[in-house]
């Protein structure tokens, strides 16, 4: 199950991401935003099924420091913000194959972990 969380370490949801999937012993790859920023096709992937402003924290910090309450952008202008800006996204963003979410999502995190474990349930031999 290739889950990918992009964070930062320093974020509490991040961790709490991480935690979730580390706790059901499922491998995750982690992307430090704050070491590489998420590509433009990447971010695409999450603003094409939730929007590209799901994807603003607009209650973070780095919102308020760029004084962006007042921006009144396209989205394409947007997602490029987010590219070079990445603390700027809610956080984490977790993608696992084509299924993702933004933020904190237990609920959904829940599902793909039972429909792994159905698929590797060993199939009952007819009698």
């Known amino acids: 199950m290739p ?3 992009f964070g930062t370490k320093k974020s ?10 580390s706790e059901r012993r499922i491998p995750v790859q982690f992307v430090d935003l704050k070491v590489k920023a998420a590509s433009p096709g ?3 992937r ?3 099924k939730f929007g590209v402003r799901t ?3 607009r209650d973070g910090r780095r919102f308020a420091d760029l004084g962006l ?3 009144a952008w396209s989205d394409d202008r947007w997602l490029q913000k987010l590219v070079e800006e990445p603390l700027l996204l809610k956080l984490p963003l977790v993608r696992n194959r084509q299924r993702l979410t933004v933020g ?3 609920a959904e995190w829940k599902r793909w972990v039972q429909d792994v474990s159905r698929d ?3 199939s009952r031999a007819r009698r």
Do not use: G, Y
């Open 3 to 5: 889950i990918q969380i």
């Open 12 to 21: 509490a949801e991040t961790r709490r991401a991480q935690r979730f999937f």
């Open 42 to 44: 990447e971010l695409r």
């Open 46 to 48: 999450f603003a094409q």
């Open 55 to 57: 994807l603003i924290d």
């Open 69 to 71: 309450r007042h921006a």
């Open 104 to 106: 904190v999502e237990e």
């Open 120 to 122: 590797h349930e060993p």
